[in-house]
Nanobody
Framework: QVQLGESGGGLVQAGGSLRLSCAAS????????MGWFRQDPGKEREFVAA????????YYADSVRGRFTISRDNAKNTVYLQMDSLKPEDTAVYYC????????????????WGQGTQVTVSS
């Protein structure tokens, strides 16, 4: 069992930066690949970024590649999403998730989810 809690969301101007954190409980955090997803009201939840259990492998959605960076600290049971050059279209609730199946991009392949944190980018 893994419990996840996101933090770090807020309001930022276009071009600014935010760093999201996702703290996990449970001794098996390091065995899970982790992902970030986002959801705007009225839209489907979409994949943003994912990282392997070791932190060596990462993968990004085309819309954020080059602007966002996912990382993790297994000693702190935490995964991060550094978001730079933010755009108004990045506005959404951001969720972290844990996958016991390795690095995945599909929502259905993630086993545990956090409650989300709101990110709002003003123009």
């Amino acid at each position: 069992q893994v419990q996840l809690g996101e933090s770090g969301g807020g309001l930022v101007q276009a071009g600014g930066s935010l760093r999201l954190s996702c703290a996990a409980s449970g001794r098996t955090f390091s065995s899970y690949a982790m992902g970030w997803f986002r959801q705007d009201p009225g839209k489907e939840r979409e994949f943003v970024a994912a990282i392997t259990w070791s932190g060596i492998g990462t993968y990004y959605a085309d819309s954020v590649r080059g602007r966002f960076t996912i990382s993790r600290d297994n000693a702190k049971n935490t995964v991060y999403l550094q978001m730079d050059s933010l755009k108004p279209e990045d506005t959404a609730v951001y969720y972290c998730a844990a996958s016991g199946s390795g690095l995945r991009i599909k929502l259905s392949e993630y086993d545990y989810w956090g409650q989300g944190t709101q990110v709002t980018v003003s123009s």
